[in-house]
């Protein structure tokens, strides 16, 4: 069976039929028993974001708890990658991009899987960094999340200094935040997916599958429904449905606390947003075509005027201003 899996892991390279995220490129293989996704860690993603366990061993854990995930069928070392059952269906945000309102059974789903996630036993997850903060430190679980923000900030001042600058990115961009983890509401940890967003949801037959768990963490069920809120940018009235259903449906230990506590959350995300936004898109700015490029600048404004908010500035980032600032990048 090795030289089979070898040989789906040389299809999926040779493949130009391929969906990229920033971590993995996910590539769907035909086999006699039916299709496959073959994942493929991109070597050169640069670390963004809080990472603590291999998604094998997530989805392995999360197999008895959760049912609409992917099955994991194969691991391999070296090279490394991982095979999943492949799941048919259209993703969310190809009918539903950011900011619009998305069909009701999504909502659902997502505070089920929420449930289910904060159901599963801590004897049943993946051993934790031994640094990792207790259950019920919300405080400490804030400030490890905003220590790799700050350490993403400055290892990329040097190259962004300037651009930062012009954004409006104060010299520290943590201080409002910073102040006040000390005031979150104690939490028991739950097991969290950490990356609940449109193009990680497929919807079929009227049911959402999640998928990319290599952010999972175990964590304050707070920030799950915040980064949610976050990245989904859900209209109004749909996420006060989210969050009506969220406290309705999880464990009252997991939903406690005030608004505040979730405001602060995605004060951090919004922060974080802008500075590693910054980075992966004038990255990606250079060898996109023009409608791209002013998509991605669009987006990024509105990241950085959410993120200006937090600091106390006024939200008048243009996409000018934002391809100005960006222009060396654009010419590359």
């Known amino acids: 069976m090795t030289s089979t899996w070898r040989t789906l892991y040389e299809q999926a390279l040779a493949s130009e039929d391929a969906a990229a995220g920033y971590y993995n490129r996910n590539v769907g293989v035909r086999t006699p028993e039916g299709k496959v996704n073959v994942r493929i860690p991109l070597a050169a993603a640069d670390v963004m974001d809080v990472r603590i366990w291999r998604e094998e ?51 659902t789903d997502v505070v089920a899987l929420m449930d289910q996630l904060a159901r599963i036993p801590a004897e049943k997850t993946p051993a934790r960094p031994p640094d990792w903060p207790e259950s019920g430190d919300s405080a400490g679980f804030g400030r490890l999340l905003a220590g790799l923000t700050r350490r993403i900030h400055t290892t990329h001042l040097g190259e962004y200094g300037d651009v930062f600058a012009a954004f409006g990115i104060p010299a520290q961009p943590l201080a409002v935040v910073d102040a006040l983890w000390d005031g ?7 097991m969290l997916h950490a990356d609940l967003h449109r193009k990680n949801m497929i919807v079929s037959d009227a049911a959402t599958w999640f ?34 259903q969220w406290r309705d449906r999880l464990p009252p230990q997991c939903t406690a606390g005030p608004h505040t506590d979730l405001d ?22 250079g060898p996109a075509a023009p409608p791209e490029r002013d998509f ?11 993120a200006r908010r937090v600091w106390g500035s006024p939200p008048d980032m243009t996409p000018q201003r934002v391809a100005a600032a960006l222009a060396p990048w654009l010419e590359r």
């Open 211 to 244: 998928l990319d768990w290599e952010l999972a963490l175990w964590g304050d069920p707070m920030y799950e429904i915040a980064i949610h809120f976050h990245k989904m940018d859900y209209p109004d009235e749909q996420r006060t449905e989210v969050l009506r």
């Open 296 to 306: 991605l600048i669009g987006r990024l404004a509105k990241k950085l005027n959410a």
């Open 184 to 190: 979150l509401t104690s939490r028991p940890f739950v």
């Open 57 to 107: 061993d997530v989805l392995a854990c999360i197999g008895p708890y959760v049912g609409q995930a992917p099955g994991l069928r194969h691991v391999s070392e070296d090279p490394r990658f991982q095979v999943h059952h492949f799941i048919e269906g259209r993703v969310l945000d190809s009918f539903c991009p950011r900011g619009s309102a998305v069909p009701a059974h999504v909502m």
């Open 264 to 285: 602060l959350y995605m004060a951090h995300e919004r922060v974080k947003s802008a500075i590693v936004d910054t980075i992966r898109y004038s990255k990606q700015l």
